[in-house]
């Protein structure tokens, strides 16, 4: 089992190489069962071209493309010091098994193990090749877990006090996630997505009753009043910047009425999504769209395309008048119109329980989380982490308890929204300052059911 060293931590500007020492040392304690040697890297730069070979043909989701780590990374990760620790293994004939993309970092003073992008990737799970599990049995991965457990608290630079994984998909791929053979717990929320068949025409019917397409038509020809109602998608980086920040204040506005802490007020995030949506190298990973109606952006969505599957992000809408006729609905129908016209196999709702999310839907499952002490001073930590996981987990899923949590929350939130209201009548909506005239009606550009 060959083993590199983490040269780009000590020194960012230092290649990695080969280090025969640690090779010798690690191939006295014998050969890993499933034949797989593995390579620890610091810098994502190091393994770049490996890792986007591999995600075009290994089973992953789209939180862990090449393009979506990196640019947390640099926007987030840097800002808290996050450290990479990408675990590349490989059969012996060479071909690439695994790629775990993992960090450490501090907390409480301690340092930790987790998924590089944890908190903002929906999926947090290993890239395989798409016969790991048929040539890796779940007792050999759980071997090859502890092997590089050992291996990594033997070095300075990425020894840790506590593991603390979250949101795990069941499945990667066809294939059932290995990171499930640890002792888990389940997530406070699932996932659910649609596969799609025939047109738009077709689907909508099957999913949708005909009391429910009356209704859809009735609220379509509330908003029409406003002005003509047109489905964007994005045509240059301009336009998709304007349209990011648009959604982002809608949903800065949302998260304040729900009392839910803002995500883009935390160090790096506006950044993140703006940069992933106006990037020349993320331009084929990312769908920027609107709704508008007459000259007001009514909603808002940044997707993700990977593979044969549409990733439903991040959506807003509007807390006007045109709020009461569901422009948010809308526009995700408009979405998924978008992503069968593409030719795409699935629409994911990504991770969350909303009612709508259930009416689309069709295939359900969970997400794992997994929280372990690796040395006496983590255990605090790691109980710590279940517990939290475990209080969420049961309000989430005691309906009561839920809907309090969610009224407090609200109430709360109330407060300042005000003052959020005001700062944005005071600024025009950026989308609606410079946007451009673009994409089909919505009323000509396909027949309604």
Same mark, same amino acid.
């Given at each position: 089992?060959?083993? =590199?060293?983490?040269?780009?931590?000590?020194?960012?500007?230092?290649?990695?190489?080969?280090?025969? *020492?640690?090779?010798?040392?690690?191939?006295?304690?014998? %050969?890993?069962?499933?034949?797989?040697?593995?390579?620890? %890297?610091?810098?994502?730069?190091?393994?770049?071209?490996?890792?986007?070979?591999?995600?075009?043909r290994?089973? &992953?989701?789209?939180?862990?493309? +090449?393009?979506?780590?990196?640019?947390?990374?640099k926007?987030?990760?840097?800002?808290q010091?996050?450290?990479? /620790? $990408?675990?590349?293994?490989?059969?012996?004939?060479g071909?690439?098994?695994?790629?775990?993309?993992? &960090?450490?970092?501090?907390?409480?003073?301690?340092?930790?193990?987790?998924?590089?992008?944890?908190?903002?990737?929906?999926?947090n799970?290993?890239?395989?090749?798409?016969?790991?599990?048929?040539?890796?049995?779940?007792?050999?991965?759980?071997? @090859?877990?502890?092997?590089?457990?050992?291996? =990594?608290?033997?070095?300075?630079?990425?020894?840790?006090?506590?593991?603390?994984? /979250?949101?795990?998909p069941?499945?990667?791929?066809?294939? @059932?996630?290995?990171?499930?053979?640890?002792?888990?717990?389940?997530?406070?929320?699932?996932?659910?997505?649609? %596969?799609?068949?025939?047109?738009?025409?077709?689907?909508?019917? #099957?999913?949708?009753?005909?009391?429910?397409?009356?209704?859809?038509?009735?609220?379509?020809?509330?908003?029409?009043?406003?002005?003509?109602?047109?489905?964007?998608?994005? #045509?240059?980086?301009?336009?998709?910047?304007?349209?990011?920040?648009?959604?982002m204040?809608?949903?800065?506005?949302?998260?304040? %009425?729900?009392? $839910?802490?803002?995500?883009?007020?935390?160090? *790096?995030?506006?950044?993140?999504?703006?940069?992933?949506?106006?990037?020349?190298?993320?331009?084929?990973?990312?769908?920027?769209?609107?709704?508008?109606?007459?000259?007001?952006?009514?909603? !808002?969505?940044?997707?993700?395309?990977?593979?044969? &599957?549409? +990733?439903?992000?991040? #959506?807003?809408?509007?807390?006007?008048?045109?709020?009461?006729? *569901?422009?948010? $609905?809308?526009?995700l129908r408009?979405? =998924?119109?978008?992503? @069968?016209?593409?030719g795409?196999?699935?629409?994911?709702?990504?991770?969350?329980?909303?009612?709508?999310?259930?009416?689309?839907?069709?295939?359900?499952?969970?997400?794992?989380?997994?929280?372990?002490?690796?040395?006496?001073?983590?255990?605090?930590?790691?109980?710590? !982490?279940?517990?939290?996981?475990?209080?969420?987990?049961?309000?989430?899923?005691?309906?009561?308890?839920?809907?309090?949590?969610?009224?407090?929350?609200?109430?709360?939130?109330?407060?300042?929204?005000?003052?959020?209201?005001?700062? !944005?009548?005071?600024?025009?909506?950026?989308?609606?300052?410079?946007?451009?005239?673009?994409?089909?009606?919505?009323?000509?550009?396909?027949?309604?059911?």
């Amino acid at each position: 089992m060959g083993v =590199m060293p983490l040269t780009a931590l000590r020194e960012a500007s230092a290649p990695e190489t080969a280090d025969t *020492g640690a090779t010798a040392r690690v191939a006295r304690r014998g %050969h890993l069962p499933t034949q797989i040697r593995f390579s620890i %890297h610091g810098e994502l730069s190091a393994v770049e071209h490996d890792w986007r070979r591999f995600q075009e043909r290994a089973d &992953c989701t789209v939180f862990q493309t +090449y393009d979506w780590i990196e640019t947390w990374q640099k926007h987030v990760g840097a800002r808290q010091r996050v450290k990479p /620790a $990408i675990v590349v293994g490989r059969f012996t004939d060479g071909e690439i098994a695994f790629l775990l993309p993992f &960090c450490i970092e501090k907390k409480y003073g301690l340092r930790r193990l987790r998924w590089l992008g944890q908190d903002l990737c929906d999926y947090n799970a290993p890239l395989l090749a798409r016969d790991f599990s048929r040539r890796v049995e779940p007792d050999r991965f759980l071997a @090859i877990w502890q092997i590089l457990q050992a291996q =990594m608290q033997s070095d300075p630079l990425l020894r840790h006090d506590w593991i603390d994984f /979250a949101k795990m998909p069941k499945q990667v791929g066809d294939q @059932i996630n290995p990171f499930g053979y640890l002792e888990v717990t389940t997530n406070a929320s699932g996932v659910h997505l649609a %596969h799609l068949t025939g047109n738009w025409e077709t689907f909508y019917v #099957a999913k949708r009753s005909s009391s429910t397409r009356r209704r859809d038509r009735s609220k379509r020809a509330h908003l029409a009043k406003y002005g003509d109602i047109r489905f964007v998608t994005a #045509a240059d980086a301009d336009d998709a910047r304007r349209t990011v920040e648009t959604l982002m204040e809608q949903k800065s506005r949302s998260f304040a %009425h729900k009392g $839910i802490p803002d995500l883009f007020a935390r160090p *790096g995030h506006r950044e993140f999504f703006l940069d992933l949506a106006t990037n020349p190298a993320t331009r084929q990973l990312v769908h920027i769209s609107r709704t508008e109606v007459g000259a007001t952006s009514a909603a !808002a969505n940044l997707g993700l395309v990977f593979g044969d &599957c549409y +990733y439903h992000v991040l #959506a807003s809408y509007t807390d006007g008048e045109l709020s009461n006729y *569901g422009p948010g $609905i809308l526009h995700l129908r408009e979405m =998924m119109a978008y992503a @069968i016209g593409r030719g795409l196999k699935r629409f994911d709702f990504t991770i969350g329980d909303e009612p709508y999310k259930l009416e689309w839907s069709d295939t359900d499952t969970q997400l794992y989380d997994f929280a372990a002490p690796v040395t006496w001073r983590g255990q605090p930590a790691s109980l710590a !982490a279940d517990l939290r996981r475990h209080i969420k987990r049961v309000i989430k899923q005691t309906p009561w308890l839920w809907r309090l949590a969610a009224d407090v929350r609200s109430r709360i939130g109330s407060k300042s929204l005000p003052a959020l209201r005001r700062a !944005a009548r005071s600024t025009p909506s950026a989308a609606d300052a410079g946007k451009k005239q673009t994409g089909a009606s919505l009323k000509d550009n396909r027949a309604k059911p």
